[in-house]
């Protein structure tokens, strides 16, 4: 089954310990990219991979590091949260040259800084 | 900034009754896509228009595209229980040296029997 797979779904953590949430996709996917949902504010984007070692920043990337050694897999990386960093975190890959085809999701992890 | 809004933030209605949603932008784009999302969980795509295209249809789904009012509507006819949910427009605007998604703040609709 085609799927964008997050861990953990749920995390609660304390201010300035460094935490990594895991994103792996099984569709061979060139494109992915990490999006923070709050409310009021929708979904904005922290950071986006266009393929192996290439990331780029997105709306929100203060406080947030990625990688992509492989091409499955998109950590997103806390090095010292903030409860400000609290918030639904989605994954999202893509098949596209760029985002223009549908973006498939994660089902979320939702994380508490305290 | 967000490059789209959706318009209404809410909306309430009855079973089988049409439900529109609007979103508008504010940069070019080369596509327009519509997802939903059930409370809480991983957005799920809807619909994709691309610029060059005025309508599109889908099943119940109806969207529509006028770029020279940077503005998209979404229709979805004879609602059920069911589409309860958010729904959230997304652009595909050329950022720097490739293109990336933003997403609006999003329509929550709630039908009821």
């Known amino acids: 089954e085609a799927q964008v797979t997050q861990n953990p779904r749920y995390l609660i953590t304390v201010t300035g310990k460094k935490l990594t949430v895991t994103c792996s996709q099984n569709?061979?996917?060139?494109?992915m990219s990490w999006y923070r949902q709050d409310p009021g504010l929708g979904l904005r984007q922290i950071y986006y991979?266009?393929?192996?070692?290439?990331?780029d920043k997105g709306d929100v990337p203060e406080g947030y590091k990625v990688s992509r050694k492989e091409k499955r897999n998109f950590p997103l990386i806390l090095e010292s949260p903030s409860p400000n960093q609290t918030s639904l975190y989605f994954c999202?890959?893509?098949?596209?040259?760029?985002?223009?085809?549908?973006?498939?999701f994660g089902q979320g992890t939702r994380l508490t800084v305290v | 900034s967000q490059q789209g809004e959706e318009d209404p933030q809410a909306l309430s209605i009855q079973e089988g009754e049409n439900a529109t949603m609007n979103c508008s932008y504010k940069?070019?784009?080369?596509?327009l896509q519509w997802y939903r999302q059930n409370s809480g969980r991983g957005l799920v795509h809807l619909i994709l228009i691309r610029s060059n295209e005025r309508e599109k249809h889908s099943g119940r789904l109806r969207v529509t595209l006028d770029t020279s009012k940077k503005s998209s509507s979404l229709l979805i006819t004879a609602s059920r229980a069911a589409d309860t949910a958010s729904y959230f427009c997304a652009t595909d605007a050329y950022g720097g040296t490739a293109s990336k998604l933003t997403f609006g703040t999003g329509t929550r609709l709630q039908v009821t029997l």
């Open positions: 940069t070019s784009i080369n596509n």
């Open positions: 991979s266009m393929n192996v070692e290439v990331t």
């Open positions: 999202a890959s893509n098949p596209g040259q760029g985002w223009d085809t549908e973006a498939f």
């Open positions: 569709m061979n996917h060139e494109y």
